[in-house]
């Protein structure tokens, strides 16, 4: 009545891109924000309006975001958390409570195709799980992982480790096909 409006201040935590209609090169895509608060946000493509605010539950502080699919057809949101739960989101909702805990704690976690996910760990393990929480394959590398990123060339699928001491490798699923120095 008074013209008061409530606010909740937070942080931005993590952030990824959920395609709005199109996988083409250039289509539309909508932010998709992790929040200290324990929020998934999902952002219109011009940033000024919230299309859907997800609450993670209490305790999960999202640390990495994977978006696969389309907002128009299908979609799933992957948060890995802080203290290394993953949770998926289907379609706006949460699918269940925490759909996997990870041995360690994420600090990389890049889609491999639209049904898997690989995360790298604080204790230099590399895991694969579905989408719905099954375990698929595990690795350890030699050194610390400081970040992932997932590449799409052709019909290859993979992804790239960067490592403490400036080494990059590339995998094909559990293989290294190929590593260099910065």
């Keep these: 009545q008074h013209g008061w409006q409530y606010s909740e201040e937070t942080c931005v935590t993590c952030i990824a891109v959920l395609k709005k209609d199109s996988n083409a090169e250039g289509a539309v895509g909508l932010l998709v924000v992790g929040t200290e608060n324990g929020d998934v946000l999902i952002v219109n493509a011009q940033a000024n309006k919230i299309l859907k605010s997800i609450r993670l539950g209490s305790g999960f502080v999202p640390a990495n975001i994977v978006c696969i699919g389309l907002m128009a057809v299908e979609y799933r949101i992957i948060v890995s958390t802080r203290d290394g739960g993953v949770i998926s989101i289907k379609n706006g909702k949460l699918v269940r409570g925490c759909l996997v805990r990870l041995e360690s704690k ?7 195709g639209t049904k898997e996910i ?12 579905s989408v719905k ?34 080494e990059i490798r590339m995998y094909v699923g559990k293989v290294a096909v190929s590593s260099f120095n910065m």
Excluded at 118 to 129: A, L, P, Q, R, V
Excluded at 140 to 152: A, H, L, N, P, Y
Aim: aromatic share 12%; charged share 20%.
């Design 118 to 129: 690989g995360f790298g760990c604080m204790d230099k393990t590399i895991h694969s799980y």
């Design 106 to 112: 994420p600090c990389g976690m890049v889609p491999l």
């Design 133 to 166: 929480g099954r375990k698929n394959w595990s690795f350890k590398v030699d050194r610390q992982i400081s970040t992932m990123v997932s590449f799409q060339k052709d019909i290859l699928n993979g992804f790239l480790v960067a490592l403490e001491g400036g």
